[in-house]
Structure formats: C-alpha cells, structure tokens
C-alpha cells in the first residue's frame, strides 16, 4: 500500500521538471556558454547505447548547469525528460513540494519549507547546523538573516 497518493507523487515529480508543464526549462536554469563536459554529456545520451548518463563530481563544479542544457537540448529535440535531484539546498530553494523515497515509496512529503524544517537528518546543512539559533531557517541566507535581525 502506497503512503502517499499517485496525485501527491505526480505533484512533486513536476515541481522537479517543471517543463513537463510548459515545454521548456527555466532560462534561469540554461546558461549560454557550454562547458567541453557537456558535450561529453551529450554524445553519451545521443548513443544508441546509452538511455541514463549519470554525472559525478565535487559540490558546485557545474553538473546542474550541465544537467539543464541537457534537457533543454532533448526538449528541442522532442524528447521527455525525468529529474529527481539530491541536491537538498537546492530543492529547498526551488521546489514547492518535497519527498522522500524509501525502497520505492514515498514515504513522506510536505511543501519544501515545512519537509526541510521538520526533518533532522534529511535536511539543509544550514537547518541542521543552526536549528537553536535560528528555528525555521532552512537556507543559508535565512539563517544569516536571521542572526543579523
């Protein structure tokens, strides 16, 4: 038996791809200039061989730029596209709603704020760090703000 309803799945799997709704990423998400991995990137997922490329590295190096050119190249292409990230700050920035999966259900799920202010474990690393100080905050620049207040 599920714990969270195929409507409440479907909704948080949106909030991740949000061209599902209109067609296109985000420009926010699409920078111009492409970096000499994307093009490794794309000519795996072009392959006949290939249907997942999977893109590993140290935190803030670009994979998530990568990542959106990608798919805004597929779309242009007609292809549909799937993401799920594991990138919790920037879920908590982006999304709307938040879930987590454990051997393959949905175990729990909430809007981003409450889902990244309620967990201990399963949360921001500037939540988990000043949970005293500052209650609530889930990103850094609330937390700073919230300090500064």
Not at 61 to 87: P, R
Not at 89 to 101: I, K, N, V
Request: proline letters at 2%; a positive charge.
């Amino acid at each position: 038996m599920a714990i969270v309803s195929q409507e409440n799945i479907l909704s948080i799997l949106t909030t991740f791809n949000p061209w599902w709704q209109n067609g296109v990423v985000p420009k926010a998400f699409v920078k111009e200039f492409h970096r000499s991995s994307y093009y490794t990137c794309r000519k795996s997922l072009l392959s006949d061989l290939r249907r997942i490329v999977v893109m590993s590295g140290a935190r803030r190096t670009g994979k998530t730029t990568i990542m959106y050119q990608l798919i805004h190249g597929l779309l242009e292409q007609g292809a549909t596209v799937v993401m799920v990230s594991h990138d919790v700050e920037f879920c908590a920035q982006y999304a709307d709603r938040c879930g987590l999966l454990f051997r393959g259900e949905v175990v729990t799920e909430n809007a981003a704020r409450a889902f990244f202010s309620d967990h201990y474990f399963y949360t921001t690393a500037a939540a988990r760090i000043a949970r005293t100080a500052a209650p609530g905050a889930v990103l850094c620049g609330e937390v700073v703000q919230c300090l500064t207040d």
